[in-house]
Each structure stands twice: as structure tokens, then as C-alpha cells.
């Protein structure tokens, strides 16, 4: 049994090389009506590339006979050269549109009459294709934006609006074939929360120079590509960044990337252009806190007050126009030691104003995220209350934003 496992072994190769070279072969049987003959058009490969050399080889049941038979490739600029008995060979020129291109031939009997006849042999001419580096030809107009988040650069909702991915075509290097590419744009509010986001998928090409043969390409990739359909011409040089709602400050997130879902090329996570821009908004906004007040502090703690638990006060925050954050220091003003947020009498709380140093927001310029709209820290506190001296608190401070 060991003997026979090497020949079994061999044989199995053999047949699986013969098979692959037949598959390499692409026959067509053609019935001549000028003679009672049959004609076999084979070619070597099933696909070929610019540059690549076609060799095409015709059997015929009668070799002898007074009918020449010649093969037309139909790709311009392209003839077939006789190279031995009934063998062809062309060279496919590099400038040729990637398709396919039938055989003909072109039959004279021996009376003369030449006739052409169609077949259903193919030469298929396909375009090299390479994801090439997304920087070498993407850019974003008419800002070119922050390469992260601290760097992003703010405009306003109009110039947002306007921004372009432009294709400069023309930095695409020769033979990459056509660019496939996905534009994502991400809205990210103040918080880091995902407010919306869009995706586009795109293509764009080398351009020959030539606007009817670039439309004659387009056309071509638009075809064979079924999910870019719905790009225009236009497209193929610009695109427009597509939002709809800009909260103030949030942070709009243009990426751009080939698109993988067409297998051309190997997968590579770092080949884009991403770039962040922030929504100018007002640099003085309020806002409503409920909070719990503990008083550190009292500067008339011989009259004393019965301080309630809770405190009600509108709050002017500035806003970095860099950051897009709050400065970490706000001024407020409301009711303060209640028991409710209106419940105001005689030794039960007052009114006050506040300078609040707002941990939380210190913590988050230090991009340490704090997703739940609290705050707390430290607070200094003129104080009126109703029917007693006014004085100055110090106040540990925990709260919710409304």
C-alpha cells in the first residue's frame, strides 16, 4: 500500500494541471456556410491587462482547403500578425478602454468573396487596478481642517456647509485604475454623544486628457459597479460634505477612505484623510443647575440658618472658541439653601450669586470624558437670605445640568 500512495500522488497532480490548463482556454465552434468546415478560435487566458500580448490559434477541419480564414481582433489600433500556422498574436495597446472585444473573422473563398463573420470568442481587457495613497490625491476645500480633535479648526454653520473632498486627478500615478472611495462625516455633540452621520461611496480616475474617452470610462466603471449608479460626472472631481443639523459647537468628523467592499486591493486602515472641524457657536451660554449646596464656611455663623438642600441657579458659562469647552469657572445667581427650588422664607434659604469652580468641566479639558450633564466642586457665595444679614458662604457643590 506505501508504494502505491507517490504514483496515486502524481497522478492526481497531472490531472489537476491539466484541468487548470483548460481552463485557460476559451473555444468557439464556427460552421462556415462557404465550405463544410469547422472552425475552433482558442485564446490562452480568460482576462488580459494593457500591455499584455493576445495569442489566438484556429483549427480547421479541412487545412487544405481553398478558403482563408483570418481573425479581426476589434480593439482599435490592434492587428493580428501571422506567427506560424494558423497562430496570431497583437499586443493590446495601454491606452485601450478595459471591456470586452469580440473576434472576428474574415473569410475569402476561393471565387473571391470575402464575408465577415461575428463569433462568440471574447477577448476580455480589463484595467489594472491598485488602491492608491488616499493623501496623494484627496484634499478638503476650502479649509483643510485639523488632523484631531484638539487641532480642529472652527467655522461657521455656512463654511461647514461649503467644505469639498476635491480629487486632484491628476496625482493619481499611471496605471492605478479607477479609485474607489467611501466620504464618512460624523457630527459629534460637546459630550462626545454620535448626533448623526453620513457616508457617501464614490469614484474618481487618472484623467487621459481626453474628455469623451474620460466620459467613455466613467460610463464604463459606472456600469460595472453597480452600488456608484448614482454618481454624476461632476462627482468625479469634487465632492460636497454632506450635514443636516450643527449643534453649537460640535464636531464634525470628514473621513475618507477607499472602499473595501471592492476587492482591489489589500486592507490597510491607515491609507485616509481625516480631518475635524468645529461648529462656532456663541461664547457666552446658561444654562439651569439643581444642585445640593454643603456650606463649608459661614462668615456670620453666629446667625445661623437652618440651610436647606437644595439650590436653583441660572449659570453663565464662557466658551473657549479654540476648544469648543467650557471654561471651567462659571458665575450664577438663584435661590440657595431651600428646601424646594421657590420654597424662600424667614430662616429657611434666600438668594444668592455664585463663582463655582466646576471640577467636572476641569476634568473634561483634560479630556477625561465624563458622559452625565453633572457637575460639582467648589463655590464662593454672597448670600441674602430673608430677614437676616447677608454673609459669605463657601460651598461644596454637586448638581445636574438642565
Given at each position: 500500500m506505501p508504494r502505491l500512495v507517490?504514483?496515486?500522488?502524481?497522478?492526481?497532480?497531472?490531472?489537476?494541471?491539466?484541468?487548470?490548463?483548460?481552463?485557460?482556454?476559451?473555444?468557439?465552434?464556427?460552421?462556415?456556410?462557404?465550405?463544410?468546415?469547422?472552425?475552433?478560435?482558442?485564446?490562452?487566458?480568460?482576462?488580459?491587462?494593457?500591455?499584455?500580448?493576445?495569442?489566438?490559434?484556429?483549427?480547421?477541419?479541412?487545412?487544405?482547403?481553398?478558403?482563408?480564414?483570418?481573425?479581426?481582433?476589434t480593439i482599435e489600433g490592434t492587428t493580428l500578425q501571422s506567427a506560424g500556422d494558423n497562430a496570431y498574436i497583437a499586443v493590446i495597446p495601454q491606452d485601450v478602454t478595459p471591456g470586452s472585444y469580440p473576434v472576428r473573422l474574415d473569410v475569402?473563398?476561393?471565387?473571391?468573396?470575402r464575408l465577415l463573420y461575428e463569433t462568440a470568442c471574447v477577448v476580455e481587457v480589463e484595467e489594472y487596478q491598485d488602491v492608491e495613497q488616499i493623501g496623494r490625491y484627496v484634499r478638503i476645500v476650502p479649509e483643510a481642517g485639523g488632523k484631531d480633535p484638539k487641532t480642529?479648526?472652527?467655522?461657521?454653520?455656512?463654511?461647514?456647509?461649503n467644505l469639498q473632498v476635491v480629487f486632484q486627478r491628476d496625482s493619481i500615478r499611471e496605471g492605478m485604475g479607477p479609485q474607489f472611495v467611501t466620504i464618512k462625516t460624523t457630527v459629534?455633540?460637546?459630550?462626545?454623544?454620535?448626533?448623526?452621520?453620513?457616508?457617501r461611496r464614490v469614484m474618481t480616475f487618472r484623467s487621459h486628457g481626453d474628455p469623451?474617452?474620460?466620459?467613455?470610462?466613467?460610463?464604463?466603471?459606472?456600469?460595472?459597479?453597480g452600488p456608484y449608479a448614482a454618481i454624476r460626472t461632476d462627482e468625479l472631481e469634487c465632492v460636497q460634505v454632506v450635514v443636516d443639523s450643527l449643534p453649537n459647537w460640535a464636531l464634525v468628523k470628514v473621513s475618507v477612505e477607499p472602499d473595501y467592499t471592492i476587492k482591489i486591493g489589500a486592507f490597510d486602515r491607515s491609507n485616509a484623510v481625516t480631518r475635524y472641524f468645529r461648529v462656532?457657536?456663541?461664547?457666552?451660554?446658561?444654562?439651569?443647575?439643581?444642585?445640593i449646596p454643603k456650606v463649608l464656611y459661614d462668615t456670620r455663623a453666629k446667625d445661623s440658618i437652618d440651610y436647606g438642600k437644595t439650590s436653583a441657579m441660572v449659570?453663565?458659562?464662557?466658551?473657549?472658541?479654540?476648544s469648543g469647552q467650557r471654561f471651567p469657572v462659571n458665575l450664577g445667581f438663584g435661590t440657595f439653601g431651600v428646601n424646594s427650588p421657590v420654597d424662600v422664607g424667614v430662616g429657611r434659604g434666600g438668594f444668592a450669586t455664585s463663582v463655582f469652580l466646576d471640577v467636572i468641566e476641569l476634568m473634561r479639558r483634560l479630556e477625561i470624558e465624563i458622559g452625565v450633564k453633572v457637575n460639582a466642586g467648589l463655590e464662593l457665595t454672597p448670600f441674602v437670605p430673608i430677614k437676616r444679614k447677608a454673609r459669605l458662604l463657601f460651598v461644596a457643590h454637586v448638581g445636574l445640568a438642565l
Open positions: 507517490i504514483p496515486c500522488l502524481m497522478l492526481l497532480w497531472a490531472v489537476g494541471t491539466m484541468s487548470a490548463e483548460a481552463e485557460l482556454r476559451s473555444s468557439v465552434l464556427i460552421r462556415l456556410r462557404l465550405a463544410d468546415e469547422s472552425v475552433i478560435i482558442s485564446q490562452e487566458k480568460p482576462v488580459y491587462f494593457p500591455g499584455d500580448t493576445v495569442r489566438l490559434s484556429i483549427i480547421r477541419d479541412d487545412s487544405v482547403g481553398m478558403v482563408v480564414v483570418t481573425p479581426i481582433l475569402l473563398d476561393a471565387q473571391g468573396r480642529a479648526v472652527t467655522l461657521s454653520r455656512g463654511q461647514i456647509r459629534l455633540l460637546r459630550r462626545g454623544t454620535t448626533a448623526q452621520t453620513f457616508e469623451n474617452r474620460d466620459r467613455a470610462m466613467f460610463i464604463q466603471y459606472r456600469t460595472a459597479y462656532k457657536g456663541p461664547r457666552i451660554e446658561w444654562g439651569l443647575t439643581l444642585g449659570r453663565l458659562h464662557y466658551v473657549d472658541g479654540a
